[in-house]
């Protein structure tokens, strides 16, 4: 995927008005590099852990009948760890040092996260075609080992 260089500029751009900011890492929800700007952070890693809890705390937003997640923020003895939607197929993530001032991160966040969503075009699924036979059902929703019955549990 060829990355537009006004995402690589937004996120440069980033790291200048947040000096505290340790990396930055856009991923589609399914925990792909879309580009990063990411120094001593395997951005890999982090788009891929970013996107699991996405995932988990859109249940989060759901479950308690909250309307779609727009960001989530993880508080560490180190630092911080924001992630905010862009659009409904990618996230931007932040690392922070614990020394930055999290209101300025997420104004700053929220304004680049307008800007990349203008100008970010993930390429989306191809359109069914009926001469096609469909590819196979998706996965059935698991259901938590606490809530089986204990001769299915093993117990």
Known sequence: ????PAVLKELGNLRTRLP???GSVLATTDGMVVAHDAHGIEPDSIAALAAAHLALARRFAHAVNHGDLRESVVECDGGYITSYTAGPNALL???TTRNANLAMV????RRAVRR?????VLQA???ARPDIPSQAAPLARRTPMAT???TIRGR
């Open 1 to 4: 995927m060829t990355v537009d």
């Open 106 to 109: 997420h104004l700053e966040a």
């Open 148 to 150: 089986l019955q204990s």
């Open 116 to 120: 990349l969503v203008k100008s970010l």
């Open 93 to 95: 993530t932040l690392v």
């Open 125 to 127: 699924p191809a359109p």
């Open 20 to 22: 505290e900011l340790s």
